[in-house]
């Protein structure tokens, strides 16, 4: 964690941009708050994929998997047991926990960054396939509708709603990485052996990181299902995995705001380019080079990559 | 039923010999580079495209489109090695298994949706490659699976014999085996990396041309059969070209065979896990040479 960080999450410009979120609704302009929310799931999505990939160096394949069992569980719960929504969400919440945790067992038994890519991409394929093939129970690829909302029509209280989930996980993100825990995950990722020898049970942390990466994505894949009314196996395929990877990288993985602002960035860009929409991978896949090639550090390493060429051009 | 068992066997081995190719061009990358090289999907993409391509307006030679298509993707897998990779390289030194393969992801982007937006989604495919039927034994197959599968094994032997016979193959050999100390002996390090992926990728395009006359090709083809290139390359083990050949002999009678027996989409959860349970009881393949 570097100084840098701790000082933006003090500092009182922050004040501006939550304002300017807590008034937004005043506009009454529903397109933009549907946008918003939009940016919230995946900038949750973003953060908490990054946090195993930032302290163990996992990048989980199966990401997006968790997103749809999320959905799915709490939309099947919502329908078939007419569970009040809130608690449906919670379940779904806690149902991608669980499985988080097996999933962590698995993953950690592996060394490697290949086979742990490999392992969780087959794993988000196995779960995806299941919910494709499960037709009784899920309707297939023709997915899900008729889920329960959790507010009437209007939007402003999902935006309220959606705006806390963000708070709430992005804090829990920037607080546990700045924990004890979040400093033995990154000392783990840096060299695992080493990390054992000093008596850190290596397992059992990376199970955590693991765990709670993925119940978070499971959280906002509740949230999505009751706030759109229906989902679809797509929400489990590997290209949202994929998007989620390159708003990470394009805003800057070494960072917490980092995801926030690649997510905000890019799907605003897509949005405002919908008419041209069959680009839109194109300009992901251009964007995530660019990146990659001029500023590692993403978008957010930008400041630091100027103020350096200044220095060395003096 | 014999006559079953056995069609589905050669479809199963001239599939096998498809993703053996497909999945050898992964694991040479690997080997060599220590990237995984995630636009491999695309490059058969491509190649399938060229080659059916060739075959539709130029020629109906099959053996002309498939060497086409090779030295084509070979060229555009030289490019994308020295403008992107090479950079990468030199940016990033040690560490650079992450940028890499973020890099490879971000050409598979570009690259899958250039190919839908050029070609359009639709289906194509190529009949066949040459019109002729055999009968072994009273059993009938068609010529282009033995084709294929004689096809798979020269190219193999090609490579078996360019890597272990020629300068060039041992120099791509040293660098694989340490780069620092390839580089210290004069081999240009950089030129061997661009050379290694050029070939990684045009086996790729290779198992492209061949997959022609048994599925019909659309501009995500490479995407859905990109796991069964890592699962070649996991069964194989990194680097090795015989693990891939066999292991991608395997998968594709493992796929020809559970396909048919119990339906594609339950065949592929259990395939999937398949490999998970390989990967955790022997992370470094059944035939894999190099410890993790």
Known sequence: MNSLENKVFKQYWLVIPTLT????????QSYILNLLITCFIYSVLASFFNLPFRTLGYCNFGYASFYGVGAYFSALVA???????????????LFTALIGVGYGMLLSRLRGFHYVAMTSWFFGEIIRLIIIRAVDITRGMKGLYGIPFIFSSDITPYYY???????????????????????????IGNDEA???????????YKMLVITLSTSFAGLMGSFYAHFRGTITPDMLDWAVTLNVLVFDIVGGMNSILGPIIGTFLLISLIETFRFVLEFSPIVLGAALLVVMLLFPDGIVGIPKYISKFRKASR | MFEQIFSLFLYGIALGGIYALFGAGLSLIYGVQDLANFAQGSFLMLGAYIAYFTINLLTHEPLTAILISFLLIFALGIIIDILLLDRIRKTSGERWLVPGFIVTTGVMLILDQLA???????????REFYPMILSIGGIRITFDRIFILIFTLCVFIALEVFIYKTKLGRAIRAVALNRDAANLMGINVSRIYAITFGLGVGLAAIAGSLILPIFSIYHKIGDETLTSAFSVVILGGC???????????????????????????L?????????????????????????A
């Not at chain 1, 979120?21 to 009454?28: D, I, T, V, Y």
């Not at chain 2, 839908?116 to 190529?126: A, I, K, S």
């Not at chain 2, 090795?240 to 989409?265: D, H, K, N, R």
Request: hydrophobic share 55%; glycine share 14%.
């Open chain 2, 267 to 291: 065949a592929k959860i259990f395939f999937f896990l398949l490999i998970i349970i390989v990967l955790m009881i022997r992370p470094t393949g059944i035939f894999g040479r190099r410890p």
């Open chain 1, 79 to 93: 329908i078939n047991y007419k569970v009040p929504v809130a608690i449906a969400i919670v379940g779904g919440f």
């Open chain 1, 161 to 187: 709603l959606g705006l806390m989930l963000f708070i709430v996980s992005i804090v829990t993100c920037f607080k546990f990485l700045n924990s004890r825990i979040g400093i033995v995950c990154f000392a």
């Open chain 1, 194 to 204: 080493l990390a054992q020898s000093l008596g850190i049970n290596t397992f059992k």
């Open chain 2, 239 to 265: 680097g090795s070209m015989v693990g891939a050949l066999i292991g991608g002999l395997i998968l594709g009678l493992l796929e020809a065979f559970t396909t048919y027996y119990i339906g594609s989409g």
């Open chain 2, 116 to 126: 839908f937006l050029g070609f359009g989604g639709q289906y194509r495919n190529v």
């Open chain 1, 21 to 28: 979120l807590l008034l937004l609704p005043l506009s009454g």
